[in-house]
């Protein structure tokens, strides 16, 4: 029972660190980021020097923890600036469904870029090996790591929304997502703000790409994906643009697809995911809106 | 439309840009007849098939304004229902042992296979439209995209029915362009139709000015319902010919890699119109094909030039992101018709092409 309960906790936190990745850059410029898994593959791929063999060359994956996990972090923040910088910034004033397919496009070049770097086999790579000794907690055995994960993720939650909601950049910030052309108006700098959302939500990513790596044990080009599409789907059932929902959104899938794992009736369990995504389109008939509707999403007449 | 005393209905003014698409069509085909080699035939094939999926897919996604990530779906279920209908009786035994017994005896030609996998396909497009319909924006997006999702995990895990994940063989293989030309054309007329039928002006209304829409009376849901069954439909049709074109179908070949390049390939191509869709297609099929020419080597002189692999795809993916900075509604914001011959009839000369905000191309 507890073991489920970490089990949908740990996946949770994936999903809703992913969804908080997504949701902090719609929230600012109204752009659903596809390209958000990518940036997770590359965050990894930068601890390993560019070869295309199956036995990954450690490169900066040698830096002691306190050095790795920072320089995981400012990789992802720095490519998610960069595409703001060189891509995002021609869209301002495109619409919603142009934005997307660039940032899939963006996706697909950092992609195949990796691809011809690292070619597209899966490399093993030993990530924070310390991190796999199973604890035992209240009499359930899990790995360290999934504890690390549940606690790193409520630290950065918590760093994250006292940012949002005590300093004066996570206030412009809020204010962008609420109104932005208001919020320009009263003087919040409209490219700082989005940068500050772009660096946040690729050091999500880079988070993310450590979690995958130490638990996998693998670098695959294609290792976001599956997670990005996960907190798409939480960002939207959260109510777009709200992070807090956002979050709950995580959670919950996190915890819908163990919980569905463990009651489906075995002849049922390689649907799940089938029922999983039955649940999101139900959750959705019934609040458009997501659970918790951000203000300012529907246009006023 | 008052000063002019004679007014054409509405199909004489706009049938120019089908016609004209055809005619793209067409001279493409008899040019791969002509000079063609076996590849570039194949080469062709898969543009047309292409420009059905995104021809369908136009149908709905171009005239709402709602973003679609589910109709590759509807395609799934048309390659497979194409498969159940067209295959031997013998391999069917092997690869779909769950099938009914009627349906396992069954072996229709491919032309009627595609029409019914399509008609198959429509059918639970009327289904599940039935209840994502009411959704706008983008919740109706990620019920789409759950609902390809949910697709795909049936038909990766139905063992009996779908042979799971492995590849389904045997289906029929068709190599001759024609029957992949006809059906381009079909999913570019019946997108034409559609377009200037009662349902779907109501829809581009409502998808220009929701608020207004619905004040006039028009049911959004039912007319949304309507243009995603006929979407459906034509994608579904589009999935058979495809299966028949490649001969192997696996649920994997119709998940996100043909969702997302079918949606550029209208995103670029122009979103809200029919020749955008087509156009999309050819050109950057067209695109793909010559940067995979390229990355193959091409001999200059005594050398041999050639790109180093996977900057195919790059090239791709940045030239994607050029076109849609500099025209953010696509190549073809505009319909392709025939040049007027009066400057007054230029305004008004296509209905179809109203829908786009003046000034933008």
Not at chain 1, 211 to 217: F, K, M, R, V
Not at chain 1, 271 to 284: M, N, P
Not at chain 2, 317 to 340: H, K, T, Y
Request: charge should be positive; hydrophobic fraction near 60%.
């Amino acid at each position: 029972m507890l073991q489920v309960l970490f089990d949908a906790l740990s996946l949770g936190s994936l999903y809703a660190l992913g969804a908080l990745g997504i949701a902090l850059i719609f929230g600012v410029m109204r752009l659903v980021n596809f390209a958000h898994g990518d940036v997770i593959a590359f965050s990894v791929f930068a601890l390993l020097w560019p070869s295309t063999d199956a036995v990954a060359i450690v490169f900066a994956g040698h830096l002691p923890w306190f050095l790795l996990i920072p320089f995981v972090l400012a990789v992802g923040a720095g490519l998610s600036v960069l595409s703001e910088i060189v891509v995002f910034r021609r869209f301002r004033h495109a619409s919603p469904a142009t934005m997307m397919i660039a940032s899939f496009a963006l996706g697909f070049v950092i992609r195949y870029f990796l691809l011809m770097l690292f070619s597209s086999r899966p490399k093993s790579i030993s990530l924070l090996p310390a991190l796999s000794q199973p604890v035992e907690i209240l009499g359930a055995r899990m790995p360290l790591l999934q504890l690390i994960t549940i606690l790193a993720t409520i630290v950065m939650l918590i760093a994250l929304s006292v940012f949002v909601r005590r300093t004066r950049f996570g206030l412009e910030m809020r204010a962008a997502a609420e109104n932005f052309t208001m919020a320009r108006m009263l003087g919040v700098r409209a490219n700082r703000v989005i940068m500050g959302a772009f660096a946040l939500s690729g050091a999500l990513a880079g988070a993310i790409s450590i979690i995958l790596g130490a638990q996998t044990g693998t670098a695959d080009i294609q290792m976001g994906g599956a997670v990005m599409l996960m907190a798409f789907i939480a960002t939207v059932i959260g109510g777009l643009g709200s992070l807090e929902g956002a979050v709950l959104a995580g959670f919950l899938l996190g915890a819908a697809s163990v919980v569905m794992q463990t009651v489906l009736p075995p002849e049922a369990r390689p649907f799940r995911d089938a029922f999983v995504y039955g649940a999101v389109i139900l959750v959705l008939l019934f609040r458009p809106q997501g659970l918790i509707a951000a203000r300012g999403t529907k246009e006023r007449v | 439309m008052a000063s002019f005393p004679k007014v054409k209905s509405v199909a004489l003014r706009t049938i120019s840009t089908p016609l004209i698409l055809s005619a793209v069509l067409v001279v493409l085909a008899l040019v791969t007849v002509a000079y063609g080699s076996r590849p570039f035939n194949q080469t062709m094939i898969d543009i047309f098939v292409r420009v059905i999926l995104v021809t369908g897919l136009y149908i709905f996604v171009g005239n709402s304004g709602v973003l679609s990530f589910g109709h590759i779906g509807f395609t799934c279920m048309g390659a497979y229902a194409a498969a159940w209908l067209t295959m031997p009786p013998m391999m069917k035994e092997l690869s779909f042992p769950g099938l009914p017994d009627w349906l396992k005896a069954l072996q229709l030609p491919y032309g009627p296979g595609a029409v019914l996998a399509g008609i198959f396909a429509g059918v639970f497009a009327l289904i599940f439209g039935r209840i994502l319909m009411r959704l706008s924006g983008i919740a109706a997006s990620i019920a789409t995209f759950a609902m390809l999702a949910m697709i795909n995990t049936i038909y990766a895990n139905w063992e009996s029915v779908t042979s799971a994940t492995n590849s389904v063989v045997g289906i029929p293989i068709v190599r001759t362009i024609w029957p992949y030309l006809i059906g381009a054309i079909a999913a570019v007329f019946i997108a034409w139709a559609h377009a200037i039928s009662r349902h779907g002006l109501a829809l581009r209304a409502a998808r220009d000015e929701p608020t207004a829409a619905l004040a006039s009376g028009i049911d959004i849901p039912r007319v949304r319902l309507v243009a995603f069954t006929l979407s459906g439909a034509v994608v579904g049709l589009g999935g058979a010919l495809m299966a028949h074109s490649i001969g192997v179908v696996t649920p994997d070949t119709f998940y996100l890699g043909l969702t997302f390049i079918t949606l550029s390939m209208l995103v670029v191509g122009g979103i809200g119109t029919l020749t955008g869709a087509v156009m999309g297609v050819v050109l950057l099929s067209l695109l793909i094909q010559g940067l995979r020419w390229l990355e193959r080597g091409v001999p200059v002189g005594e050398s041999t030039f050639a790109l180093p692999g996977g900057l195919q795809e790059i090239l791709l993916g940045v030239v994607m992101i050029v076109i849609l900075a500099r025209r953010p509604s696509g190549l073809f914001a505009r319909e392709f018709v025939w040049p007027a011959r009066l400057g007054a009839r230029r305004r008004n000369s296509s209905a179809a092409t109203r829908n786009v905000p003046a000034g933008d191309a």
